[in-house]
């Protein structure tokens, strides 16, 4: 009974110290796993800080480009007005310049009338004159 008690006993020990060996190393897994897991956390913390910014960044750099677009519609509007208003200048211009030379027109043919006319009593009077 004597050698089943020690057998046992030994057996107990043998058993106790797997068992308390098994629970180190299940304590040091999980010591490397609890590191890990927070060292995983700040990175995630990390991240979405990061991940913050950008869309921080984003959303201003989306502004910007709303606004430069509102900017390029507003001066292509300005711009094509003002195109419209030379165009409408140009026409004017060329309808006085049409006017001014048909004028100047109608009063060169005045003027060749007149002269004809003068050179007519001219000669009527030299005519005259002579006789």
Same mark, same amino acid.
């Given at each position: 009974m004597n050698a089943n008690r020690n057998e046992l006993e030994n057996l107990y020990? *043998?058993?106790? /110290?797997?068992?308390?060996? *098994?629970?180190?190393?299940?304590?040091?897994?999980s010591a490397s796993r609890s590191e890990e897991v927070t060292s995983l956390q700040m990175r995630l913390e990390a991240a979405m800080k990061a991940s913050g910014e950008?869309?921080? @960044?984003?959303? %201003?750099? %989306?502004?910007?480009?709303?606004?430069? @677009?509102?900017?390029r519609d507003e001066?292509?509007?300005?711009?094509?007005? %003002?195109?419209d208003a030379r165009? /409408?200048?140009?026409? /004017?211009l060329l309808a006085?310049?049409? /006017?001014?030379?048909?004028e100047y027109q109608d009063? %060169?043919?005045?003027?060749?009338a007149l002269d004809v006319e003068i050179a007519t009593y001219?000669?009527?009077?030299?005519?005259? @004159?002579?006789r």
């Open positions: 020990e *043998q058993k106790n /110290a797997d068992l308390r060996a *098994q629970l180190k190393r299940a304590s040091s897994t950008f869309d921080k @960044e984003r959303s %201003m750099l %989306m502004s910007k480009v709303s606004d430069l @677009e509102k900017k001066d292509h509007s300005r711009f094509a007005k %003002m195109l165009d /409408a200048e140009i026409d /004017a006085e310049k049409t /006017a001014l030379l048909n009063l %060169m043919d005045t003027k060749v001219r000669k009527l009077l030299e005519g005259e @004159e002579s």
